[in-house]
T-cell receptor, first 114, second 113 residues
Framework: GDSVTQMEGPVTLSEEAFLTINCTYTATGYPSLFWYVQYPGEGLQLLLKATKADDKGSNKGFEATYRKETTSFHLEKGSVQVSDSAVYFCALSVGGGSNYKLTFGKGTLLTVNP | DAGITQSPRHKVTETGTPVTLRCHQTENHRYMYWYRQDPGHGLRLIHYSYGVKDTDKGEVSDGYSVSRSKTEDFLLTLESATSSQTSVYFC????????????FGPGTRLLVL
């Protein structure tokens, strides 16, 4: 079946540090890939997505590139801020019939210290 | 932000009692989903709906049932709550079969004693 594996946290960084959160996937079809972010006490928000190989999703300084050859979708940010502290989820979606279902990784807690 | 509300936001109940959680949307989206979030598991799909009265099971559907009598409302029922159903429950919506992005509600924190 479909699955997502992301690096285990927690990840603790200082402000302005470089961030990478690794994500790899297995899928039976040709998936779309997502990063969601969950701030404390809130629901999940879409951070970025990519729908085909070599696409780069970007938002709020975060980027991730869909690498089909390595089945990866690593999240990066060049300079993190305290406000980026949150849980980050990698997810995939493979359309089946008329419905798309998301499969999530377990989440990575990021803490950014001033 | 997508117009999704969940009620209640917090609930404490006892083992063996029935519990119903409500998800309400104002976006007129066709697809609605219920997930549970547990430490070490990420989010797991419980049930989903692809239209009024059209529902199907997800990967962790045992002990849960759903109903959707109106486009805007999707109800999740725990028929007889157990301590293993203590979790945070999220509702999500998506627009159509060609739109994969799902938008999430704020969550319901359920504690089963």
């Amino acid at each position: 079946g479909d699955s997502v594996t992301q690096m285990e946290g927690p990840v603790t960084l200082s402000e302005e540090a470089f961030l990478t959160i690794n994500c790899t996937y297995t899928a039976t079809g040709y998936p779309s890939l997502f990063w969601y972010v969950q701030y404390p006490g809130e629901g999940l928000q879409l951070l970025l997505k990519a729908t085909k190989a070599d696409d780069k999703g970007s938002n709020k300084g975060f980027e991730a590139t869909y690498r089909k050859e390595t089945t990866s979708f690593h999240l990066e940010k060049g300079s993190v801020q305290v406000s980026d502290s949150a849980v980050y989820f990698c997810a995939l979606s493979v359309g089946g019939g008329s419905n798309y279902k998301l499969t999530f990784g377990k989440g990575t807690l990021l803490t950014v210290n001033p | 932000d997508a117009g999704i509300t969940q009620s209640p936001r917090h609930k404490v109940t006892e083992t063996g009692t029935p519990v119903t959680l409500r998800c309400h949307q104002t976006e007129n989206h066709r697809y609605m989903y219920w997930y549970r979030q547990d430490p070490g598991h990420g989010l797991r799909l419980i049930h989903y709906s692809y239209g009024v009265k059209d529902t199907d099971k997800g990967e962790v559907s045992d002990g849960y049932s759903v109903s959707r009598s109106k486009t805007e409302d999707f109800l999740l029922t725990l028929e007889s709550a157990t301590s293993s159903q203590t979790s945070v429950y999220f509702c999500a919506i998506s627009e159509s079969s060609t739109e994969e992005t799902q938008y999430f509600g704020p969550g319901t924190r359920l504690l089963v004693l």
